[in-house]
T-cell receptor
Framework: DSGVTQTPKHLITATGQRVTLRCSPRSGDLSVYWYQQSLDQGLQFLIQYYNGEERAKGNILERFSAQQFPDLHSELNLSSLELGDSALYFC?????????????FGQGTRLTVV | GQQVMQIPQYQHVQEGEDFTTYCNSSTTLSNIQWYKQRPGGHPVFLIQLVKSGEVKKQKRLTFQFGEAKKNSSLHITATQTTDVGTYFCAGRGGSTGFQKLVFGTGTRLLVSP
């Protein structure tokens, strides 16, 4: 158990809908990362927060947004969902946001858009 | 933007054979990390290399960081069925920013008994 909690584990929704994925980082970790992993693909970096502030952005679609709350949990909002958004979404956390910090991954949320 | 490629994409070996995956970044990295993802699982941190030319060993696994800090390798000696999974390198640094942890494309390893 990495200590990073993601909910829900599975989500099935229809095209055009909006969903929210939730992540609770490990106790003491200030940085949260979101990654998208499509079937048999690599981990695509979406966005990173540190202590409530956005620190880095990857190729995140405009339909996607995220935030980190004062209690350090994070939410990833996906809207106007398309079939191609079906993927495994991982949240990871680390103590700091810079170099020399390993990331601890949650179990992921499997999103299926039908 | 920063790109991290890994080769091979996939390798199938017999138990006892050696395995190597190579990681190449388009930009200089501040450090390189390696993760393993078992089938159906999540990535798990293996190790971090920081210094140019650094070599670290973990039992049958040997990790190297290139002199130019743009490439790395993971070598597994005498593979076992428990080594099955996808191995990712991940790096920070480069022209696109210091904070991003960008993952490589991954190498999927299958080990037959």
């Amino acid at each position: 158990d990495s200590g990073v909690t993601q909910t829900p584990k599975h989500l099935i929704t229809a095209t055009g809908q909006r969903v929210t994925l939730r992540c609770s980082p490990r106790s003491g970790d200030l940085s949260v990362y979101w990654y998208q992993q499509s079937l048999d693909q690599g981990l695509q970096f979406l966005i990173q927060y540190y202590n409530g502030e956005e620190r880095a952005k990857g190729n995140i679609l405009e339909r996607f947004s995220a935030q980190q709350f004062p209690d350090l949990h994070s939410e990833l909002n996906l809207s106007s969902l398309e079939l191609g958004d079906s993927a495994l979404y991982f949240c990871a956390s680390s103590v700091y946001s810079g170099a020399n910090t390993e990331a601890f991954f949650g179990q992921g949320t499997r999103l299926t858009v039908v | 933007g920063q790109q991290v490629m890994q080769i091979p994409q996939y390798q199938h070996v017999q138990e006892g054979e050696d395995f190597t995956t190579y990681c190449n970044s388009s930009t200089t990295l501040s450090n390189i990390q390696w993760y393993k993802q078992r089938p159906g699982g999540h990535p798990v941190f293996l190790i971090q290399l920081v210094k140019s030319g650094e070599v670290k060993k973990q039992k049958r696994l040997t990790f190297q960081f290139g002199e130019a800090k743009k490439n790395s390798s993971l070598h597994i000696t005498a593979t076992q069925t428990t080594d099955v999974g996808t191995y990712f390198c991940a790096g920070r640094g480069g022209s696109t920013g210091f904070q991003k942890l960008v993952f490589g494309t991954g190498t999927r390893l299958l080990v037959s008994p």
